[in-house]
């Protein structure tokens, strides 16, 4: 078992208005390994309250999704005795209505793109190294979000 932390920390602004709804939503989430990542609630969700520079949660999940599945499929293309020189994911998540008055990020795309270094995989055996990624992914293990690669 391992046990993984973030700690997130946010202060009424000078100004703000909490009680009329009128206050900012950015707040700061920091990692264990001292990294603080400026966030705050995604622009779609609450307008001008938020801070458009800063990562919302839908960004972070989106962005957790692709990393797993990357980290998970250097490690798998490695083993199967593939060079990787660069992965890069261009990772899209949809934001729907599930019920009245609830929504999810129903769905992500990966969209990576792979530089080989000598003998690359054919189709078939790159769709089944995503497959085995996907399959073997914490995060996506971790979610009820349809995940594809594209």
Not at 32 to 39: L, S, T
Not at 118 to 143: K, M, W, Y
Request: net charge negative.
């Amino acid at each position: 078992m391992a046990t993984y932390t973030a700690d997130i920390d946010w202060t009424l602004a000078p100004g703000d208005d909490f009680r009329s709804g009128r206050y900012s939503r950015g707040h700061t989430v920091s990692f264990d390994g001292g990294i603080n990542v400026p966030a705050s609630a995604s622009p779609h969700v609450v307008g001008k309250w938020a801070v458009k520079a800063a990562v919302d949660p839908e960004e972070m999940l989106v962005a957790a999704l692709s990393n797993c599945h990357m980290l998970t499929f250097l490690h798998l293309a490695r083993l199967a005795g593939f060079n990787i020189t660069s992965y890069r994911d261009h990772a899209e998540g949809v934001m729907e209505e599930i019920a009245p008055g609830r929504q999810a990020v129903t769905r992500v795309t990966l969209k990576p793109e792979i530089v080989w270094s000598g003998e690359a995989p054919d189709a078939g055996r790159l769709a089944q190294l995503h497959h085995e990624a996907h399959e073997t992914c914490f995060i996506a293990n971790s979610v009820k979000t349809q995940v594809t690669v594209a």
